[in-house]
């Protein structure tokens, strides 16, 4: 009888090796490798919680002769969440929602059962609470269906029979690290036993078309816990951002087969649970001091949508041999760059300055277009002199000291204008592209450099 081995397995790539090491020989991270005891081949070979395939499936089809019927979308009930999913969730897909503990991936998943279990049944697994603190949860958030059925399991196998006995038309798993395979000796949450339950649960979801919603933890970096395998796998990767302390969360599409990536949903979190934020322009933008330097207002595009986003700047003299560099929500390393190009193509001292920058309601700014607005907050805090409020400014900024120009221009115009603004600063290349085509009273400047935009500005 063949005996089972010790092997070293790395939890960023997957990679199998016989003894242990500090750094990944096959994708370079350390300190990722875990002990885990193999079992016997015949044994670990065997495709547990996997549908029988037919003959006739496995035939290769001409792509003429494949049928394209109209593609099946559940609505969530949630707008935002819709938006993010490409219109609502797929029939027979897998998608995988994480984010940090806390943040309120059960409470959404709870939330669409209500609305969902209208038209459909719905199978519940939950390896983490029993069933009477999830009632207790459904209570507080108002969730009365009848169609919604709970189990508390955490082997693979038998939620596979109970999803080929009921035929539910939506499962959700929370979550697939507490899910094992009774065949596999590791313990559940190793790299192993994530990488196979999901594997079953795809191969289950694909042959009896059940759309599966699986949650997934993290680890403390904030990436996905398991091996990178996992994100392949599924069919839509959801992430939810922001601060526990904050009210506020964004739920972003990492990877989706089925829609864009560029989309993303705002929620706040109140009492009763995830409400969706219809205008997150308006909310990101509330609040904002009047009359105080170091704060100008920056659009981005996420996918189709354009979004404002206040951007505040702090610079004071340093008390240390070396200025520091802290910012909340946008790239440390740009904001190195912009103040390197600040200082010498725009003639703006930073160098005995400490310097900050700050994205308010826990949005991260991610686009080049950003640039501009971050830009003018630095100078207008050295130089304590207040970018007005009714401005808002985007575009990128190069090595060269240039405003370069941006895409989606006429959309944040407009959007600017429905919000109030009266004045946008814009790249001078975008302004031919604008005219005609912007609606609502507002100016419109285009600049070429830094300096030209801080002093149209103010």
């Not at 300190?31 to 065997?46: F, G, L, T």
């Not at 005609?436 to 002093?455: C, L, Q, S, W, Y």
């Amino acid at each position: 009888m063949p005996k089972s081995k010790t092997v070293y397995v790395c939890g960023e790539c997957g990679h199998v090796a016989p003894k242990w090491s500090g750094c990944c020989p096959s994708c370079g991270e350390w300190n990722c490798m875990s002990e885990e005891v193999r079992a016997p081949v015949s044994a670990a070979k065997q495709a547990p919680g996997t549908a029988a395939v037919h003959a006739g499936q496995s035939m290769a089809q001409r792509l003429e002769e494949i049928t394209s019927g109209s593609e099946q979308r559940y609505n969530t009930g949630l707008s935002e969440l819709d938006r993010v999913l490409g219109g609502g969730i797929v029939k027979g897909s897998l998608v995988l929602l994480s984010g940090d503990p806390g943040i309120g991936k059960s409470t959404i998943l709870l939330q669409i059962c209500e609305y969902l279990g209208r038209t459909i049944n719905i199978l519940y697994v939950s390896g983490e609470e029993s069933a009477h603190q999830i009632k207790l949860r459904a209570r507080r958030l108002g969730v009365t269906t009848e169609s919604l059925s709970i189990l508390c399991e955490t082997d693979v196998q038998t939620v596979m029979e109970h999803m080929r006995s009921d035929k539910p038309g939506l499962v959700i798993i929370d979550s697939i690290q507490t899910m094992s395979i009774a065949e596999l000796t590791s313990s559940p949450g190793s790299v192993t036993q994530v990488r196979e339950s999901t594997g079953a649960v795809m191969r289950a979801a694909k042959a009896l078309d059940i759309p599966v919603i699986v949650v997934g933890h993290v680890n403390k970096d904030g990436n996905i816990a398991g091996p990178k395998v996992l994100e392949h796998i599924v069919d839509a990767v959801l992430y939810f951002e922001g601060e526990r302390s904050l009210s506020y969360r964004i739920l972003r599409a990492i990877k989706n087969r089925y829609g864009s990536t560029n989309e993303i949903g705002v929620f706040e979190m109140l009492d009763r649970g995830l409400c969706e934020v219809e205008n997150p322009s308006l909310m990101l933008i509330s609040g904002r001091p009047k009359n105080t330097s170091g704060t100008c207002i920056a659009c981005v595009m996420e996918g189709s949508r354009p979004i404002l986003a206040e951007v505040q700047g702090l610079v004071t003299t340093t008390g240390f041999g070396n200025p520091r560099r802290m910012t909340t929500g946008f790239d440390y390393n740009r904001l190195a760059m912009l103040l390197a190009v600040l200082e010498k193509r725009a003639g703006y001292f930073f160098g005995n300055m400490d310097a900050y920058v700050n994205v308010i309601g826990g949005l991260r700014l991610d686009e080049p277009a950003s640039d501009l607005s971050v830009a003018l907050s630095l100078v207008s805090s050295l130089k304590d002199v207040p970018v007005k409020d009714d401005v808002l400014a985007f575009g990128e900024i190069g090595l060269g000291g240039e405003i370069r120009a941006v895409t989606g221009c006429v959309q944040r115009i407009n959007e600017a204008a429905r919000l109030g603004f009266s004045r946008c600063i814009i790249p001078k290349y975008n302004i031919k592209n604008v005219m005609g085509e912007v609606k609502g009273d507002i100016e419109v400047i285009g600049v070429r450099n830094i300096r030209e935009a801080f002093e149209a500005s103010v």
